[in-house]
């Protein structure tokens, strides 16, 4: 069983920078693949970005939705058990709820952007971008 606890969300102006934060508390967090998502008010949850576990190649490989490419900066620090996202030049359109998600083993290139693939899930944190 994994828990999963993000923080770090709020208001910012558009261009602006915010810094996610999700703690993770279970057994073997570094053989976790780990992947952000957000939903907006009315539509689907979206994929942001994720890393593949860290137990086997400590530099772990990073995977990006083409809307944050050159943004956003998904890293982890298995020692602390947090996976942080580092989100810079914000657009209003990136005003979502930002939610954490977790998933035993890895994950191949095609499925990190699946959702459904993800078992364990924290509870969001808003992020509003004003214009």
């Known amino acids: 069983q994994v828990s999963l606890v993000e923080s770090g969300g709020g208001l910012v102006q558009a261009g602006g920078s915010l810094r996610l934060s999700c703690a993770a508390s279970?057994?073997?967090?570094?053989?976790?693949?780990m992947g952000w998502f957000r939903q907006a008010p009315g539509q689907d949850r979206e994929f942001v970005a994720a890393?593949?576990?860290?137990?086997?190649?400590?530099?772990?490989?990073?995977e990006y939705a083409d809307a944050v490419k050159g943004r956003f900066t998904i890293s982890r620090d298995d020692a602390k058990g947090t996976v942080d996202l580092q989100m810079n030049n914000l657009k209003p359109e990136d005003t979502a709820v930002y939610f954490c998600?977790?998933?035993?083993?890895?994950?191949?290139?095609?499925?990190?952007?699946?959702?459904?693939?993800?078992?364990?899930w924290g509870q969001g944190t808003p992020v509003t971008v004003s214009s």
């Open positions: 279970g057994r073997a967090i570094p053989s976790y693949s």
């Open positions: 890393i593949r576990p860290s137990d086997i190649r400590p530099d772990a490989s990073t």
């Open positions: 998600s977790a998933r035993s083993g890895p994950l191949g290139s095609t499925q990190f952007s699946l959702p459904s693939l993800y078992p364990y």
